[in-house]
T-cell receptor
Framework: GESVGLHLPTLSVQEGDNSIINCAYS??????FIWYKQESGKGPQFIID?????DKRQGQRVTVLLNKTVKHLSLQIAATQPGDSAVYFC?????????????FGKGITLSVRP | NAGVTQTPKFQVLKTGQSMTLQCAQD?????MYWYRQDPGMGLRLIYY???????DKGEVPNGYNVSRLNKREFSLRLESAAPSQTSVYFC?????????????FGAGSRLTVL
């Protein structure tokens, strides 16, 4: 069946280091991918997205890489800060129509050590 | 703008009781969604409304009903609550259409069924 999953449940990094969060997806028809950040007690917040016609997209301190050949998505956070501590979700969907729905991965916790 | 507002934030129910979770968005978004979030399970779609006047089942609709009251409001009802419905519920909305696939989430409603 279709699924979106993350390789590791937790990731601990030193403040100032770069973080890499990985995600695998199984639906080869997916053409749009999003990373969300969820802080404790809050709803998920949009970080960055990428369409399947791209393999890299950069934002402020974040970069998303997409490898369609192996159906793999990653989120890179540069110079990780304590405020980056949160649960990160990848999500995918096939299309932008009104009935398109996001499928979320199970989430990975990023813990930043001071 | 308030974005997506959910009420109540916390609720404790006894098995068999009924309740309605309310959700409203002020962004003039077309589509609205209800998700539940359980430990280790990520976000699972319960019901969604692609546009005003329509509702459809998601991944886990059993035990729930929804009403798209108008473009702004989308409520989730538990007719006879069960302990398995103990969860954190998130409402989300999306403008829809090309380039507008990002979901905006509410802060969540934590429900405990005893």
């Amino acid at each position: 069946g279709e699924s979106v999953g993350l390789h590791l449940p937790t990731l601990s990094v030193q403040e100032g280091d770069n973080s890499i969060i990985n995600c695998a997806y199984s639906n080869s028809a997916s053409d749009y991918f999003i990373w969300y950040k969820q802080e404790s007690g809050k709803g998920p917040q949009f970080i960055i997205d990428i369409r399947s016609n791209m393999d890299k997209r950069q934002g402020q301190r974040v970069t998303v890489l997409l490898n369609k050949t192996v159906k793999h998505l990653s989120l890179q956070i540069a110079a990780t800060q304590p405020g980056d501590s949160a649960v990160y979700f990848c999500a995918e969907t096939g299309g932008t129509g009104a009935n398109s729905k996001l499928t979320f991965g199970k989430g990975i916790t990023l813990s930043v050590r001071p | 703008n308030a974005g997506v507002t959910q009420t109540p934030k916390f609720q404790v129910l006894k098995t068999g009781q009924s309740m309605t979770l309310q959700c409203a968005q002020d962004m003039n978004h077309n589509s609205m969604y209800w998700y539940r979030q359980d430990p280790g399970m990520g976000l699972r779609l319960i019901y969604y409304s692609a546009s005003e006047g329509t509702t459809d089942k998601g991944e886990v609709p059993n035990g729930y009903n929804v009403s798209r009251l108008n473009k702004r409001e989308f409520s989730l009802r538990l007719e006879s609550a069960a302990p398995s419905q103990t969860s954190v519920y998130f409402c989300a909305s999306r403008k829809g259409g090309s380039g507008a696939n990002v979901l905006t989430f509410g802060a969540g409603s934590r429900l405990t069924v005893l």
